[in-house]
């Protein structure tokens, strides 16, 4: 088994159309599918159920799949680290990020490990949390965050930072008539919501705040990202729930930021890594990430408020 042939499993794996592979990997269609035979035979499975209509990965295929991509992350990490040792560093650190992490603490702490460790080539990887999970037990990544710590065995989650979850409302909404809104008020309107596969851990812990109202919310878009949430509440097309810096990062100014009546929900941050991880870059870098704290002056203005819809007391 050659690069090549995984390369060209891929392809196929992602394409499901032999021709369309093909012309993405500059090569004819025969070689290809010559390729492919030679992978099933070198492995002694069909990978591939191949009609005249369509083409369609087996289970071994399947399965074929959730390996390859990785091996080619191994592949590229191990350039990079070649790349980083000629250019002068002594050390790496993978840090894998799910759930839109809190953009208010990420590059203090980044600007923090190049002014303590600057030998120390640091490496981002925005991963959906399922593919983290994988990288962390992989040694694909050494330490990464995401807001969930259901992990399962084998990986520490240990909660680090802590945000309120705040209603994102279009401003001039009548609903801006409060200064901590209801939750069942919320709910009377349409949510746009992150999507669950993108950002898993956000989304489980938004999912527990809705719970709490006997309420059923009317989500009508799930969004790959917090910028595309504010520009649709911007738009006026629907309330959104997230983080506090989120919401400020993004700088809307059609977006007001809003608490929940009652006790305010705390999104949660988690750091994860391997159990028994020893590297004395990770201790120092779970050091920073446990200590860090915002400067009163680092942190995010607070979104200035519109003038009130007529009728409605500021």
């Excluded at 399922?130 to 989650?157: M, N, P, R, T, W």
């Amino acid at each position: 088994m050659e690069l090549r042939h995984l390369r060209c499993f891929l392809a196929v794996a992602e394409e499901l159309h032999f021709a369309r592979a093909a012309e993405r990997l500059h090569i004819e269609q025969s070689p290809l599918s010559r390729t492919i035979k030679e992978l099933e035979e070198d492995l002694g499975e069909q990978l591939f159920n191949r009609t005249s209509r369509s083409t369609r990965l087996t289970r071994a295929g399947k399965l074929f799949l959730e390996h390859v991509p990785r091996i080619f992350t191994a592949l590229q990490q191990a350039r990079d680290s070649v790349r980083a040792a000629a250019n002068g560093f002594h050390g790496q650190l993978r840090i894998a990020l799910s759930d839109g992490i809190t953009p208010s603490r990420l590059p203090t702490l980044l600007a923090l490990c190049r002014q303590e460790e600057p030998e120390v080539d640091i490496r981002l990887f925005e991963v959906p949390l399922a593919q983290q999970i994988k990288g962390l037990h992989d040694d694909l990544y050494d330490v990464g965050f995401a807001q969930s710590d259901e992990v399962g065995e084998g990986i520490v989650a240990e909660a680090v930072w802590t945000d309120p979850l705040l209603v994102a409302v279009p401003a001039r909404h009548h609903l801006l008539k409060h200064k901590r809104i209801p939750l069942d008020d919320v709910l009377q309107f349409p949510l746009v919501l992150c999507d669950a596969l993108t950002c898993e851990g956000h989304a489980r812990q938004v999912e527990r705040v809705l719970r709490c109202s006997e309420r059923e919310p009317l989500v009508t878009e799930r969004v790959a990202s917090f910028e595309l949430m504010m520009v649709m509440v911007s738009a006026g097309f629907a309330l959104g729930l997230a983080g506090g810096p989120h919401i400020m990062a993004s700088r809307e100014p059609g977006v007001v930021a809003r608490p929940l009546a009652g006790r305010s929900p705390i999104l949660t941050t988690y750091l994860l890594y391997r159990e028994g991880e020893s590297s004395e870059v990770l201790s120092r870098f779970i050091e920073r990430v446990q200590a860090i704290d915002l400067p009163e002056g680092a942190r995010p203005a607070p979104l200035p408020e519109p003038d009130p819809p007529e009728g409605i007391e500021p």
